[in-house]
C-alpha cells in the first residue's frame, strides 16, 4: 500500500528525515517511536504534503502512486488521512460544515453525487456515539475551544467519516487521560479492516496497549534504526531509547 | 485644496439656500456648519485621521443637492420600487428615503406606543401601507458586483501587537501592503487630545433635505423597531444626497435599529450621511449599520452616540459597497457604567476603499468598550480601520478591550488597521490586538489535508474570518441577508450557500 524509499525530507534548510525506508502492506498497523526530534512528525507531515517540508531525495508510493507529486487535498481523495498532533482551532467554520465539505470533495473524487442530508447526519451521529461525543459538537466552530480530548477526538471522528486507506495519527495519544485513551483507541480499531492501514506515530507504548501494531519501529536521526513487533515497544518503555540510539551511532 | 473646497461649498450653499428645508435644520444652523466649515476646512490626508480615506472624489463633487430633492419632489412617485430595496425584516417598521428625502409610499410606520418618527415630509400612519404589505413586495438583498476574487495572498506575515494594561497615550498600528511588511509601530507621541471629527456632519447639517426624528419614550420595550433605508439613485457624477438621522432614546427604554444604505442602478453619487444617538440612562440600542452602496458611490457618514448612565450602545457594522466609503463614528461614554460595542465587518475588492475612524471616549467612571473589526482587502482594494480609545482623567475602572484584524486577500490590497489608545487615569484596564496580514498557514493546511480544494479553503477561511462580526447580528433575517450579501461580493455565493 505504501512504500517510502530513502525518503530525505529538510525543513528550513535543515535534513530531518534522512534516508527513511518503510513498506506498510494493507491491513497492517504500524507505531513510529522515537525520541523528541528524531523526524516522527516531520514524516507525517511530508506524507500529507505540508508545505514547508521539502522532499529532497527518495520516493513515495501509494497503491502504486507517487505520493509526493500529488497536492495536499488530492492525497486525501486518495485516501491518506493525517490525524494531527496539534489540530487547528478554525473560528467560524463549523464542524458540521468541515465534515460535510471533506465528505462531499471525496466522494466528488469519486465520482459520487453529493451525500444525502439525512444520510449524513446519520452517519455523524452514529460516528459520533463511538467516539463518545456530544451532538452540540457539530454546531461548534472547527477544535474552538475545544480541550486536548476533545481534538483527539475530532480527529479521529474526521477519520471514521472519511474512511482512509492510509490514516497517519501523529501523536494522537498525546494529553489523552486514560479514558479518553480509550474512546481514541477504540475509535481507531473500529477502523482496522483488511483493506486499511493506519501509521501510529507516537511517544509512548501505553497506546499500544490498546491499538496492537503489526510492526514497531523506531527512527533516530531521521532513519528507522530498529524495527520489530510489539515487544519493541515494551522494550522501549523498560530501556528508553539511548541504547538504540548509540546502536545507530 | 481644502480652501478651495470649502469656498466651493459656501458658494453652492449660499445658492441653493432658500430652497433648503428650514424645519429639517434651522437656516441659522445651516450658516453656522458652513462658517465653521470655513475656518476648519474639510478633512485632507494630511489628517492623521484621514490618511487611509479617499477625498479626491470631493473634487468633483457638486454638493447642493439635486434641485428639487428637497421639495419639488413631493407629490410624484421616485423611480425606486419596492423590489429595488432590500427585504423587509420582520417586526421592523420600514422607513424609505430617496436621495435623502423620505418616500411614504416605500414606507410602513412604527405602530408602537412609546415611538414617534417624524420626517421632513409628515409620516402620517394612515397614509402608509402597512409592513406586511411590503414585506410581500420586497426581494432579497441584492448581491454588489465585484471583479475577480483574488487568490492566495502571497504577502506578509501577520503582526500583532498587545498591551495591557497600557500607559498614556500608546497608538501602534499594524499594517500589510504591497512591498510592505506588515508595520507595527512603535508607540509614537500623541498630539492635542482627540476631539469628535464631524465636519462631515457640519456638510450634511448644511444640505440635508430631510431626516428622521426619532424618539423613543422612557420604558418603551421595541427591540425589533425601526429600519432606516436610504437609497441612493442619482445618477449624475456629481449628485449629492444627505441622509440625516436623530435617534433619542430616553431612559430605560430599549430599541432596535436597523439603517441601511443601498443604491439603485450603479450610479455615482455622494453620499453623506449624518447620525446623531442619545441614549438616555440605563436605555439599550442596537444599532445595525449596513452599507451596500453601488460600485461606484463615495459614501461618507459620520455618527455620533451618547450614552448615559447604565446605558448600553451596540454597533454592528457592516461595510461591503461604494467605491470609496469611510465611517467616522464618535461613542461618547458620558455616564458611570456604561457600555459601547462597536463591531464593524468590512470588505474591499477591486479599487474599493473602505476607511473607518472610530473614536471611543470614555469620560464618566467604570464603563466599558469594545472594538472589534474585521476587514478583508482583495484586488486592489485598501481597506482601514483606526480605532481610538481615550480614557480622560475621571474615568476611573474603565474597561476598554479592542481586537482589529485584517486579511490581506490579494498582492495588490491594502490593509490598515491601527489601534490608538489615550489613557489620562491610573485605574484602567485597557487591551488592544491587532494584526494584518494573509490567511493562516496552519488553518490552510488543515483544511487541505482533510481533502477540500485550495480554492474553496480559502473561500471558507475568508468567511470564517468575517463570520466573528457577523454570528454577533442577533436579528436573523438581517443576519442571512448580510451573510447573502458578503458572499455576493466575495464572488462566492454559489460555494459558500451551504453555509448560510
Same mark, same amino acid.
Given at each position: 500500500?505504501?512504500?517510502?524509499?530513502?525518503?530525505?525530507?529538510? *525543513?528550513?534548510?535543515?535534513?530531518?528525515?534522512? +534516508?527513511?525506508?518503510?513498506?506498510?502492506?494493507?491491513?497492517?498497523?504500524?507505531?513510529?517511536?522515537?525520541?523528541?526530534?528524531?523526524?516522527?512528525?516531520?514524516?507525517?507531515?511530508?506524507? !500529507?504534503? @505540508?508545505?514547508?517540508?521539502?522532499? $529532497?531525495?527518495?520516493?513515495? $508510493?501509494?497503491?502504486?502512486?507517487?505520493?509526493?507529486?500529488?497536492?495536499?487535498?488530492?492525497?486525501?481523495?486518495?485516501?491518506?488521512?493525517? +490525524?494531527?498532533?496539534?489540530?487547528?482551532?478554525?473560528?467560524?467554520?463549523?464542524?458540521?460544515?468541515?465534515?460535510?465539505?471533506?465528505?462531499?470533495?471525496?466522494?466528488?473524487? @469519486?465520482?459520487?453525487?453529493?451525500?444525502?442530508?439525512?444520510?449524513?447526519?446519520?452517519?455523524?451521529?452514529?460516528?459520533?456515539?463511538?467516539?463518545?461525543? =456530544?451532538?452540540?459538537?457539530?454546531?461548534?466552530?472547527?477544535?474552538?475551544?475545544?480541550?486536548?480530548?476533545?481534538?483527539?477526538?475530532?480527529?479521529?471522528? %474526521?477519520?471514521?467519516?472519511?474512511?482512509?486507506?492510509?490514516?497517519?495519527?501523529?501523536?494522537?495519544?498525546?494529553?489523552?487521560?486514560?479514558?479518553?485513551?480509550?474512546?481514541?483507541?477504540?475509535?481507531?480499531?473500529?477502523?482496522?479492516?483488511?483493506?486499511?492501514?493506519?501509521?501510529?506515530?507516537?511517544?509512548?507504548?501505553?497506546?499500544?496497549?490498546?491499538?496492537?501494531?503489526?510492526?514497531?519501529?523506531?527512527?533516530?536521526?531521521?532513519?528507522?534504526?530498529?524495527?520489530?513487533?510489539?515487544?519493541?515497544?515494551?522494550?522501549?518503555?523498560?530501556?528508553?531509547?539511548?541504547?538504540?540510539?548509540?546502536?545507530?551511532? | 485644496?481644502?480652501?478651495?473646497?470649502?469656498?466651493?461649498?459656501?458658494?453652492?450653499?449660499?445658492? !441653493?439656500?432658500?430652497?433648503?428645508?428650514?424645519?429639517?435644520?434651522?437656516?441659522?444652523?445651516?450658516?453656522?456648519?458652513?462658517?465653521?466649515?470655513?475656518?476648519?476646512?474639510?478633512?485632507? $490626508?494630511?489628517?492623521? #485621521?484621514?490618511?487611509?480615506?479617499?477625498?479626491?472624489?470631493?473634487?468633483?463633487?457638486?454638493?447642493?443637492?439635486?434641485?428639487?430633492?428637497?421639495?419639488?419632489?413631493?407629490?410624484?412617485?421616485?423611480?425606486?420600487?419596492?423590489?429595488?430595496?432590500?427585504?423587509?425584516?420582520?417586526?421592523?417598521?420600514?422607513?424609505?428615503?430617496?436621495?435623502?428625502?423620505?418616500?411614504?409610499?416605500?414606507?410602513?410606520?412604527?405602530?408602537?406606543?412609546?415611538?414617534?418618527?417624524?420626517?421632513?415630509?409628515?409620516?402620517?400612519?394612515?397614509?402608509?401601507?402597512?409592513?406586511?404589505?411590503?414585506?410581500?413586495?420586497?426581494?432579497?438583498?441584492?448581491?454588489?458586483?465585484? +471583479?475577480?476574487?483574488?487568490?492566495?495572498?502571497?504577502? =506578509?506575515?501577520?503582526?500583532?501587537?498587545?498591551?495591557?494594561?497600557?500607559?498614556?497615550?500608546?497608538?501602534?498600528?499594524?499594517?500589510?501592503?504591497?512591498?510592505?511588511?506588515?508595520?507595527?509601530?512603535?508607540?509614537?507621541?500623541?498630539?492635542?487630545?482627540?476631539? #469628535?471629527?464631524?465636519?462631515?456632519?457640519?456638510?450634511? &447639517?448644511?444640505?440635508?433635505?430631510?431626516?428622521?426624528?426619532?424618539?423613543?419614550? !422612557?420604558?418603551?420595550?421595541?427591540?425589533?423597531?425601526?429600519?432606516?433605508?436610504?437609497?441612493?439613485?442619482?445618477?449624475?457624477?456629481?449628485?449629492?444626497?444627505?441622509?440625516?438621522?436623530?435617534?433619542?432614546?430616553?431612559?430605560?427604554?430599549?430599541?432596535?435599529?436597523?439603517?441601511?444604505?443601498?443604491?439603485?442602478?450603479?450610479?455615482?453619487?455622494? *453620499?453623506?450621511?449624518?447620525? @446623531?444617538?442619545?441614549?438616555?440612562?440605563?436605555?439599550?440600542?442596537? /444599532?445595525?449599520?449596513?452599507?451596500?452602496?453601488?460600485?461606484?458611490?463615495?459614501?461618507?457618514?459620520?455618527?455620533?452616540?451618547?450614552?448615559? %448612565?447604565?446605558?448600553?450602545?451596540?454597533?454592528?457594522?457592516?461595510?461591503?459597497?461604494?467605491?470609496?466609503?469611510?465611517?467616522?463614528?464618535?461613542?461618547?461614554?458620558?455616564?458611570?457604567?456604561? &457600555?459601547?460595542?462597536?463591531?464593524?465587518?468590512?470588505?474591499?475588492?477591486?479599487?474599493?476603499?473602505?476607511?473607518?475612524?472610530?473614536?471611543?471616549?470614555?469620560?464618566?467612571?467604570?464603563?466599558?468598550?469594545?472594538?472589534?473589526?474585521?476587514?478583508?482587502?482583495?484586488?486592489? !482594494?485598501?481597506?482601514?480601520?483606526?480605532?481610538?480609545?481615550?480614557?480622560?482623567?475621571?474615568?476611573?475602572?474603565?474597561?476598554?478591550?479592542?481586537?482589529?484584524?485584517?486579511?490581506?486577500?490579494?498582492? =495588490?490590497?491594502?490593509?490598515?488597521?491601527?489601534?490608538?489608545?489615550?489613557?489620562?487615569?491610573?485605574?484602567?484596564?485597557?487591551?488592544?490586538?491587532?494584526?494584518?496580514?494573509?490567511?493562516? =498557514?496552519?488553518?490552510?493546511?488543515?483544511?487541505?489535508? @482533510?481533502?477540500?480544494?485550495?480554492? $474553496?479553503?480559502?473561500?471558507?477561511?475568508?468567511?470564517?474570518?468575517?463570520?466573528?462580526?457577523?454570528?454577533?447580528?442577533?436579528?436573523?433575517?438581517?443576519?442571512?441577508?448580510?451573510? /447573502?450579501?458578503?458572499?455576493?461580493?466575495?464572488?462566492?455565493?454559489?460555494?459558500?450557500?451551504?453555509?448560510?
Amino acid at each position: 500500500m505504501l512504500k517510502i524509499e530513502n525518503l530525505q525530507v529538510s *525543513v528550513d534548510g535543515k535534513k530531518i528525515v534522512n +534516508g527513511l525506508d518503510l513498506e506498510v502492506k494493507a491491513g497492517e498497523v504500524h507505531a513510529i517511536m522515537g525520541p523528541n526530534g528524531s523526524g516522527k512528525s516531520t514524516l507525517a507531515y511530508a506524507l !500529507a504534503g @505540508r508545505p514547508g517540508y521539502e522532499i $529532497t531525495g527518495g520516493k513515495v $508510493t501509494f497503491e502504486g502512486r507517487d505520493l509526493l507529486a500529488l497536492a495536499p487535498d488530492e492525497r486525501a481523495h486518495e485516501g491518506v488521512f493525517l +490525524g494531527f498532533q496539534y489540530p487547528v482551532e478554525i473560528p467560524g467554520v463549523n464542524n458540521v460544515y468541515l465534515l460535510k465539505a471533506a465528505l462531499n470533495a471525496a466522494r466528488k473524487h @469519486r465520482g459520487l453525487p453529493e451525500v444525502d442530508a439525512f444520510e449524513f447526519l446519520t452517519l455523524v451521529r452514529e460516528k459520533m456515539k463511538v467516539m463518545n461525543m =456530544d451532538e452540540s459538537f457539530l454546531s461548534r466552530g472547527v477544535n474552538e475551544g475545544f480541550s486536548g480530548g476533545e481534538k483527539k477526538r475530532n480527529e479521529i471522528l %474526521q477519520m471514521l467519516m472519511l474512511e482512509p486507506r492510509l490514516a497517519i495519527l501523529d501523536e494522537t495519544d498525546s494529553g489523552l487521560d486514560i479514558d479518553a485513551l480509550k474512546v481514541v483507541a477504540n475509535g481507531v480499531n473500529t477502523l482496522r479492516a483488511p483493506e486499511r492501514s493506519v501509521v501510529l506515530v507516537t511517544h509512548y507504548q501505553r497506546l499500544l496497549d490498546y491499538i496492537v501494531p503489526d510492526f514497531v519501529h523506531v527512527l533516530v536521526r531521521g532513519r528507522i534504526a530498529r524495527s520489530g513487533d510489539k515487544s519493541l515497544a515494551l522494550e522501549l518503555e523498560k530501556r528508553g531509547y539511548d541504547w538504540i540510539s548509540e546502536e545507530a551511532a | 485644496m481644502a480652501a478651495s473646497l470649502a469656498t466651493r461649498i459656501a458658494e453652492q450653499h449660499a445658492a !441653493a439656500a432658500a430652497s433648503l428645508p428650514g424645519d429639517v435644520v434651522s437656516g441659522e444652523r445651516r450658516r453656522s456648519a458652513i462658517e465653521t466649515l470655513a475656518v476648519e476646512g474639510l478633512p485632507t $490626508t494630511r489628517d492623521e #485621521n484621514w490618511k487611509y480615506a479617499n477625498l479626491r472624489p470631493l473634487d468633483k463633487v457638486r454638493f447642493a443637492p439635486l434641485a428639487g430633492a428637497g421639495a419639488a419632489t413631493a407629490g410624484s412617485l421616485p423611480g425606486v420600487t419596492p423590489a429595488d430595496l432590500p427585504a423587509a425584516v420582520k417586526d421592523y417598521a420600514r422607513y424609505v428615503f430617496v436621495d435623502g428625502v423620505f418616500v411614504p409610499s416605500l414606507s410602513a410606520a412604527v405602530g408602537k406606543n412609546g415611538i414617534t418618527v417624524s420626517t421632513h415630509r409628515d409620516s402620517r400612519a394612515d397614509t402608509l401601507p402597512s409592513a406586511a404589505a411590503l414585506a410581500a413586495m420586497g426581494r432579497p438583498a441584492r448581491a454588489a458586483t465585484g +471583479g475577480s476574487a483574488s487568490a492566495a495572498a502571497t504577502l =506578509d506575515a501577520p503582526a500583532t501587537v498587545h498591551s495591557t494594561p497600557a500607559s498614556v497615550g500608546r497608538p501602534a498600528s499594524a499594517t500589510a501592503g504591497p512591498g510592505a511588511s506588515p508595520v507595527v509601530s512603535a508607540l509614537t507621541a500623541v498630539g492635542a487630545p482627540a476631539k #469628535n471629527d464631524a465636519r462631515f456632519a457640519l456638510l450634511n &447639517d448644511a444640505f440635508a433635505t430631510d431626516g428622521a426624528t426619532i424618539k423613543v419614550a !422612557a420604558n418603551t420595550d421595541c427591540p425589533t423597531c425601526i429600519e432606516l433605508v436610504f437609497v441612493a439613485q442619482v445618477e449624475s457624477q456629481t449628485a449629492s444626497s444627505y441622509p440625516r438621522v436623530d435617534l433619542h432614546v430616553e431612559a430605560n427604554a430599549r430599541v432596535g435599529l436597523i439603517e441601511r444604505h443601498v443604491s439603485v442602478g450603479s450610479g455615482a453619487n455622494f *453620499v453623506n450621511a449624518a447620525v @446623531r444617538v442619545d441614549i438616555a440612562r440605563g436605555a439599550t440600542v442596537n /444599532h445595525y449599520l449596513v452599507q451596500e452602496s453601488g460600485a461606484k458611490a463615495v459614501w461618507f457618514n459620520t455618527l455620533s452616540a451618547i450614552l448615559a %448612565q447604565d446605558a448600553v450602545y451596540k454597533l454592528h457594522a457592516v461595510s461591503v459597497g461604494g467605491l470609496s466609503a469611510r465611517s467616522t463614528i464618535n461613542v461618547q461614554l458620558a455616564g458611570e457604567r456604561a &457600555d459601547a460595542s462597536v463591531s464593524m465587518a468590512s470588505l474591499g475588492d477591486r479599487q474599493q476603499i473602505q476607511d473607518a475612524f472610530v473614536l471611543v471616549e470614555h469620560v464618566a467612571p467604570r464603563a466599558r468598550s469594545t472594538q472589534t473589526f474585521r476587514g478583508i482587502a482583495a484586488g486592489r !482594494a485598501r481597506v482601514a480601520f483606526n480605532g481610538m480609545v481615550v480614557v480622560r482623567k475621571d474615568a476611573q475602572g474603565t474597561d476598554s478591550q479592542q481586537s482589529l484584524r485584517g486579511l490581506l486577500a490579494g498582492p =495588490d490590497a491594502e490593509i490598515d488597521v491601527r489601534p490608538q489608545l489615550e489613557i489620562y487615569t491610573d485605574d484602567v484596564r485597557c487591551a488592544h490586538g491587532a494584526t494584518a496580514g494573509k490567511l493562516d =498557514d496552519n488553518m490552510l493546511f488543515y483544511l487541505l489535508s @482533510r481533502g477540500i480544494d485550495p480554492a $474553496t479553503a480559502q473561500r471558507l477561511l475568508k468567511w470564517a474570518f468575517l463570520e466573528d462580526v457577523v454570528a454577533k447580528i442577533e436579528v436573523p433575517e438581517l443576519r442571512r441577508q448580510i451573510e /447573502h450579501s458578503l458572499a455576493g461580493q466575495m464572488q462566492e455565493a454559489a460555494e459558500l450557500k451551504e453555509l448560510l
